[in-house]
């Protein structure tokens, strides 16, 4: 597609001399800086996020149940993904540099005072407040780097823009996982001071946009900005299908009650459209629900199956690795470098594993009959310390304590023995994906700018289906469990090759198709397919882990889940790309 009649001229006014140049300019570098900041906030929380949610509080966690946190990590990003279309909008109108400093009072304080709080509600607040204030600064970053970059250069600057994201998010996890090896309060109070550190490259960032709408009232930024994609109507239906949807998350409603609920109000929606075919009016609701620009409603419909997947990553992947994979292989590997590196990439504290065999003691001392004990219950709760203990081994631990109570000093020497059963971090593992997108992440864009849009996007959807297939064939037990550590490198690698082909290509197909002075908004809309995405993995997270996991014991049909939609949004775009391959030849 010719894009070129979207570019601005010295005599339009979205023109900036910055963008015509084949260089990027002082605002493209602030920005990055200002994103890789943001990053190590976000992620320094994220990647443990799971972990951290579904760790008892006892042991520092909230103690979320498995929907609980299925609704928080579905919920919170969809809005954090879903307001830069209102936020982008307003930084349009009023200026990047004032959305970049509201962004940052309201993030600042919210991460400290989320590692606070141990009750759901106040949890969930406080991080929708850190919600809003990335919507803040979301499209305005992004719509930054749209504005310092043109056709000669666009592929190159997302890519050292998503560079820069993945330095951030491969940094953040590192120092999180350290951290929280002191107490899992000095996480938040990092992600707090990463966001202060910001303030600093913002006193050098020179204003942005605000100019070219400054005539534009707040109501026709806003009215534009809904526009772009349907009317009040389509906005409408949309909305209250993702509020139903939202209320089975929550388990105020069930799955199938939710979803019967949106089919009703789909087919109250087409009856009330087919009443009003014959009639025109101004008024909202009686007009007929409307698209706007389809084939882009279509596009961020379909890639939000690959967020729904990629975010499996953090959602899924490391509460599998925490519960279920051995990571024994890589222990062993470690020790060639050393205890610290052992005591770095997989510590366990001794003394809260003593304490825990203690409060088991106690607990199951008078148990009987002993085959009424469930092992598998006590090693899932050992896990949250590090150890993936065999069942063979606490069903002796058990056993001896039909006979004599446990004392501290035999505890103290069991939970020594068991230290052999130390497993690594699941976000020091999750970092790969991090580590191999800052490594050949540029090289990648580079190589693909030859090849069309689609093709990449489906090719990367691809690969992080075979991702989940592995996960499948080694869950059925037709991969080696004993390299445990080895698969899931190579998954988390193939996810991280698949996120390369698909992440940054997504922006830049959305980029090239944005007028310079709505590089913001419509880069606000890009992000919807992320708010759809983190919502709907969430849901199948919780749903998915919760059910097919832990109550089937089938984690093989989980897999085949994701990669069944991976496989289905490939097929997706090369529908969309044929489709619009028609219309372009009949035309």
Known sequence: MNNNKLLPTALQPGYSPQSSQRGFGL????????????????????????????????????????????????????????????????????????????????????????????????????????????????????????????????????????????????????????????????????????????????????????????TTSLKQVLQHAQHVLGNSRFALLLFTSVMLLMTAGVSWLSYTQAFSLIALWLVANWLWDSQLKQRADTRWYLQPVRVSNRNFAIYLAILTGFWTVYNQLFYTLPLFIRDYIDTQDLVTLLAYFGQSAVDFFAYVDHSALTDKLLQLAE??????????????????????????????????????LAHSPLTAEQAQQLSERWLVYRQVNPEYLINLDFAAIVLLQIIVSLKCQRFKVISVLISGLIVTAAAFLVLLLMSAGLLMTQLGG???????????????????????????????????????????????????????????????????????????LFAAIALLTGVGFYLLAKYNNANKSSA
């Open 486 to 560: 080895l698969v899931i490198i190579t998954v988390i690698l193939l996810i991280a090759f698949g996120e390369m082909l698909t992440s940054p290509k997504s922006q830049e197909y959305v980029a090239s198709i944005a007028p310079k002075d709505s590089a913001a908004m419509f880069m606000g809309y890009y992000f919807v397919s992320m708010a759809l995405g983190f919502l709907f993995a969430g849901f199948l997270s919780g749903w998915s882990y919760g059910y097919l996991v832990k109550t089937l014991q089938r984690p093989e049909l989980m897999w085949l």
């Open 27 to 214: 605002a493209f570098y602030i920005a990055n800086i200002m994103e890789i900041f943001e990053r190590l906030a976000w992620y320094g929380f994220f990647a443990v996020s799971s972990v951290y949610m579904t760790t008892p509080i006892e042991q520092g966690g909230v103690g979320f149940t498995e929907p609980q946190r299925g609704a928080v990590q579905g919920i919170i990003p969809f809005f954090l993904y879903l307001l830069p279309v209102l936020t982008g909008a307003l930084a349009d109108r009023y200026g990047y540099k004032k959305m970049f400093a509201v962004s940052f009072i309201l993030m600042a304080p919210s991460y400290y005072f989320l590692g606070q709080v141990t009750q759901f509600s106040a949890f969930f607040m406080i991080l929708l407040m850190v919600a809003f204030g990335a919507s803040c600064f979301k499209p305005v970053v992004v719509g930054t780097i749209s504005r310092s970059t043109n056709d000669s250069n666009r592929g190159l600057g997302f890519g050292i823009f998503y560079t820069m994201v993945n330095l951030g998010g491969f940094i953040g996890p590192l120092v999180a996982g350290y951290l929280r090896a002191i107490s899992w309060d000095a996480v938040f109070i990092m992600s707090s001071v990463w966001i202060l550190l910001n303030f600093i490259p913002l006193l050098l960032y020179r204003q942005q946009s605000a100019t070219t709408q400054a």
């Open 363 to 400: 607990r199951y001392r008078a148990a009987a009959p002993l085959s009424g004990i469930d092992l598998e219950v006590i090693r899932l709760e050992l896990v949250h310390l590090k150890v993936n203990v065999p069942v063979a081994q606490i069903a002796m631990f058990t056993n001896e």
